[in-house]
């Protein structure tokens, strides 16, 4: 979603900031626009499309100056264009905002604004804020600090943003509520940017705002106050955790297929030093503190969104099985508005890539508030979701650019059975079997070889399936979310309209679509489910459905029934979920690329998605 970088220094802010605006591409966005202090005035640059346009824009005005402010938009009130991306300014020209959120009383402001004969130009709700801070200053005749706080006091709804003022050319104002920004302190620069990925380039010490906290940036320096609160806070200066290697391409032609390769480790990396590998169990000290409350808690609850609610799912799945807790798994956008019978015994659990989804931390806020203890599986470091909750397991999969998640599914996933045979291994699962499982965890990263190495087979396949409009995805178990997230993968990259189901659900309606142009992707590994699964290959067949199937173990009678066979060789049958996740994936970056679709950048999705 709407990315956010700002400038405050002695070099030219305008190739720093278009560069902060590509780091943040990956977001997702329609428009981009800049705006530069020079001297004492600003002048702005913004424009719909990518930021390459932006860029040519830019250079075409020679703009240059050593304060800016960058943004890259994704639309919610109003369409995308030049006119409505930021910055926007106020009546005056003496204000520009950058802004990422949803200021939901923006009608009421704006009527209020109106009466006063305020005009506007867009439809935007960022444009009233921007109105109501120069409003305030100029009625109140008060200072650019107290006119943006007392702007600020005035909203309803989410906000990170970045605000300059021409009377105050030596000055940045930036603030958040609900929408991430953090500050990179550099030797006498300061960046301020939506997530760490622009600064790394030029510092890693960072500090990562609270919600409700202002950040006065000027020849001084900087300092931190709670909205609200004139006091200052002294922050702790943390270190970025990734290289900027790991958020470049390399030699791969898209991030999503850097990202689906660096599974061989990215599983394994997830597991390090947690797995007890003679004692059958696992070490998680992320939880250590609270964990008695999580033993002898009477239900789970698991909160997400997207690729990690279907983690979530499997998550129920192994819970229930390994250590007979019963789990519930709600979409966080369902739990945070839902009667839910949680309270102090209820532990609640919140995926999230990103550690940013709107959704998922107001789910988090409302489990707090009901006394619940809260637990979070985040691979973003310091993010809201991992400072918000309680306790929580990082996934240290490395940054993640591409917006189709991949290697964070599946160490998501890892965490999960780590968490399942931790408090399996308390309530009944052999030390036997937890030693197998855990050796089996531990070697993971050799059978990931041996799935990605069949990608160019499964480009044959998809070659061969390219045309079809429709794809349906059928598992039974804990194959069931990774028929779901095989699905979510193909809708997302290559806009071909895919289904996930229970296998067995098929007769209950999805049959009617089957016909000779349909792909039936089926999960069929030999364990409980296989002879059931096999009914349900050979209920498509009979319907001339093309079958592809992906087994632990090709046998002649998948052999006669599919059109194409993908082997995923397990040592362990438990981790067939995981492995069977990754021709899933690499399955829809081929037909994507296939059909020419921008892989890395689907049309209409945000990387993480921070408004409702
Ligand atoms: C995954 O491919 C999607 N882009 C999306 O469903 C994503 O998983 C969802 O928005 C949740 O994001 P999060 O994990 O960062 O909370």
Known sequence: MCGIVGYFGNNDAVPLLIKGLKRLEYRGYDSAG????????????????????????VSESGLTGSVGIGHTRWATHGEPSDLNAHPHTDYTGKFALIHNGIIENYAALKKLLEKKGVEFRTQTDTEVLVQLI??????????????VTSALEKIVGTYGIIVMCSDVPNQLIAARLGSPLVLGVGEGEYFIASDASPLVEYTRNVIYLGESE???IGDDGYEIKK????????????????TLEEIEKGNYPHF????????????????????????????LGGIQDHLLRIERARHFYITACGTSWHAALIGKYILEEFAGIPVHVEYASEFRYRELIIDSQSVVIAISQSGETAD???AIQKAKEKGCLTFGI???VGSSISRETDCGIYTHAGPEIGVASTKAFTAQVSVLYMLALHLGRKNGFSKKDGIALTHALHNLGDRVIDVLNQSDHILTIAKETMDANNYLYLGRGTNFPVALEGALKLKEISYIHAEGYPAAEMKHGPIALIDEKLPVVFLAPHDQTYEKVLSNIQEVKARKGKVITVTDKITPELESLSDHLIEVPVSHPRTFPILATIPLQLLAYHLA????????????????????
Do not use: W
């Open 360 to 362: 998922t931390l107001a």
């Open 134 to 147: 120069s409003t305030i200053y100029h009625e109140e005749d008060t200072t650019f600090q107290s006119a």
């Open 256 to 283: 999503m297929l850097k990202e689906i390769y660096e599974q061989e480790h990215t599983i394994v990396d997830t597991m390090r030093g947690r797995l007890l590998l003679d004692e059958g169990t696992v070490h």
């Open 34 to 57: 800049l705006a530069i202090m020079s001297g004492d005035s600003f002048m702005v640059n913004k424009k719909a499309g990518k930021v390459a346009e932006l860029e040519s824009l």
């Open 378 to 380: 985040c691979n973003v």
């Open 593 to 612: 690329v296939l059909r020419g679709c921008d892989v890395d950048m689907p049309r209409n999705l945000a990387k993480s998605v921070t408004v409702e």
């Open 227 to 242: 909205l609200g609160n004139s006091e200052s806070i002294n922050k702790k200066v943390s270190r970025i955790d990734f």
């Open 214 to 216: 202002c950040l006065f």
